[in-house]
């Protein structure tokens, strides 16, 4: 039981952040309606934000402490994940919720929230402990950090008796080049062990979980390698389209938005060497090698190892689907690709010769997060004709939804006669533990409040995933888009993508 809290008897499994100050820039957005607000609401009601925290938000508009706790209860009324919000827990909640209005280049406001962090210093004990969480457009994560350390509000990184963490959110740069200028302007006043760069996929149990199942088991590991595996399939696949967001959709694209950072860090967990110990750096170092070991694509090869779609009309569950190019804010001669497939090949003992074929789109037949691993044919056929009908082991690893893990295996049908089927050995999170799980976004603010950096992005992850993506972006752009759109909404992606694995022999999964 933790020794600090006797309220926390039962939930000794959960963990205790420290007291601290939490500063949302950005607070008036859609990012601290939605996720982080209710989150902080969930770590409180679940005792995991120590008693005293205090929510600063910090945002151009002008309103009151009252209009912006108002506005919070309204959205986290909506947005919660366990509903109704029960209007004690709320009350107590939102007397720690202070507003400070201010903008980004004007450090009248900086003074402002340097002097209401003061008070809360003072009136809550939080004892100097910021952590300030940047849901802002990316091109304010430099200015914002050189007005902190104006206004003196970024510590020393070595002091032991408070700390400054930043948590910045993606997209982290759009190419090699604007990512390192970013990251320049966060180290001109903040040490790397204060930046949390948040990809919120790693918030997920079920991503968390490829650790455990791929470390926390004998069995698997000696199998997870070329001698076993043939190929291995990423499938982040979304049924929505845009969603009125074209304005941002128009500069980003499927693989800056899901492939440069869900995707790879997806990749990283399967591809990874076990870490010599399960902390920050550890973890992290594996990772990075995964990228370091990637075959840059050369480019005479791009055309045959990707597969770039954009999606036209089409229909889902018989309800009529507009085009991207007719999306609001989209150019309707877009190039903006909303479907990226590539095939990957990791350069290293455990991987050569094995394939990573990954996918990610846009209005796609329906919505599911999945690796699968497919293992060798069996060498020889012992049960003849019927044998052949059982396609060769695959573990699915499902991150979303209907989070769990598939086996398939295959086994004797009951009869006289050797007769062999495909069947699946199944666990399935919902069913096994009987509770629903944290949202990422609770998962990751708690391990930044506990100094825990683990599952966010290190700096040398987001240069190596951009050294390889943006080759193929720079080629993209200079090749003519191939005749957009070039898929229906609500089917699996272009035939380019089918025609990538069939080159070599193999078929998508449909999940
Ligand atoms: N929304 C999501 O689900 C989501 C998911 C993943 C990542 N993100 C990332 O999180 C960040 C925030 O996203 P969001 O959806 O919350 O965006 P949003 O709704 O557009 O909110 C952006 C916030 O930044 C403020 N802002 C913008 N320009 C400003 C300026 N010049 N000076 C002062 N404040 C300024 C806005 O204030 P005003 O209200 O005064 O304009 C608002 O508070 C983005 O980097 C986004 O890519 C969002």
Redesign the pocket.
């Known amino acids: 039981m933790n020794p600090l809290n006797p309220l926390r008897a039962g939930l000794d499994d959960e963990r205790l952040a420290p007291p601290c100050a939490i500063v949302i820039?950005?607070?008036?957005?859609?990012?601290?309606?939605?996720?982080l607000v209710p989150a902080l609401y969930h770590l409180q009601i679940s005792r995991m934000l120590a008693p005293g925290s205090a929510i600063v938000g910090f945002?151009?508009?002008s309103a009151t402490d009252a209009e912006f706790r108002e506005e919070q209860r309204e959205a986290t009324m909506q947005h919660a994940r366990s509903k109704p919000v029960d209007p004690e827990s709320w009350s107590t909640f939102e007397s720690s919720l202070f507003y400070v209005q201010?903008?980004?280049?004007d450090a009248s406001g900086f003074e402002r929230l340097k002097s209401q962090l003061e008070r809360i210093d003072a009136t809550h004990g939080t004892r100097g402990n910021r952590l300030f969480y940047?849901?802002?457009?990316?091109e304010?994560f430099g200015p914002i950090s050189r007005m902190l350390a104006s206004a003196g509000l970024i510590g020393d990184p070595t002091d032991s008796a408070s700390f400054t963490r930043v948590i910045v959110?993606?997209?982290f740069g759009h190419d090699l080049e604007s990512s390192r200028v970013l990251d320049r302007a966060l180290h001109e006043v903040l040490h790397e062990s204060q930046i949390y760069r948040i990809d919120?996929y790693l918030g997920k149990e079920a991503v968390q979980n490829l650790l455990a199942f791929r470390f926390g088991n004998a069995i698997f590991e000696p199998l997870w390698r070329r001698e076993n595996i043939d190929h291995v399939q990423i499938t982040v696949a979304e049924e929505i389209g845009i969603e009125g967001r074209g304005k941002?959709y128009e500069g980003a694209g499927a693989t800056r938005d899901i492939i440069q950072n869900h995707l790879f860090q997806l990749l990283m967990l399967v591809a990874m060497e076990p870490p010599s110990a399960f902390d920050a750096d550890s973890v992290r170092d594996e990772k990075v090698k995964v990228l370091r070991a990637l075959r840059p694509m050369a480019r005479e090869r791009i055309s045959e190892l990707t597969a770039r779609g954009q999606y036209g009309r089409g229909t889902l569950g018989g309800a009529p689907l507009t085009a991207y190019r007719e999306e609001p804010d989209v150019n309707p001669d877009s190039r903006t690709e909303t479907f990226a497939a590539m095939r990957i090949d990791i350069d290293n003992w455990r991987w050569q010769g094995v394939p990573f074929y990954i996918r990610t789109g846009k209005r796609l037949t329906r919505r599911v997060s999945e690796v699968a691993v497919r293992f060798k044919a069996i060498p020889v056929a012992l049960f003849g004709r019927s044998q052949a009908e059982t396609a060769p082991n695959e573990l699915v690893l499902r991150i979303q939804p209907d989070e769990g893990i598939t086996l398939r295996v295959a086994a004797k049908q009951p009869g006289s006669r050797m007769l062999l089927r495909d069947v699946n050995m199944d666990f399935r999170y919902g069913t096994t533990w009987g509770r629903t799980s944290a949202d990422a976004y609770e998962r990751l603010i708690l391990d930044a409040l506990l100094g825990d950096a683990t599952l966010f992005a290190r700096n040398d992850e987001v240069d190596e995933s951009w050294r390889y993506i943006t080759p193929i972006l720079e080629y993209w752009q200079e090749m003519p888009a191939p005749g957009f759109p070039n898929y229906s909404s609500g089917t699996w992606g272009p035939a380019a993508a089918e025609a990538l694995v069939e080159r070599d022999g193999r078929r998508w999964r449909r999940p």
């Open positions: 820039f950005g607070a008036s957005g859609d990012l601290t309606r939605r996720k945002a151009r508009k201010g903008a980004f280049d940047l849901a802002t457009p990316p304010f959110e993606k997209p919120h941002f």
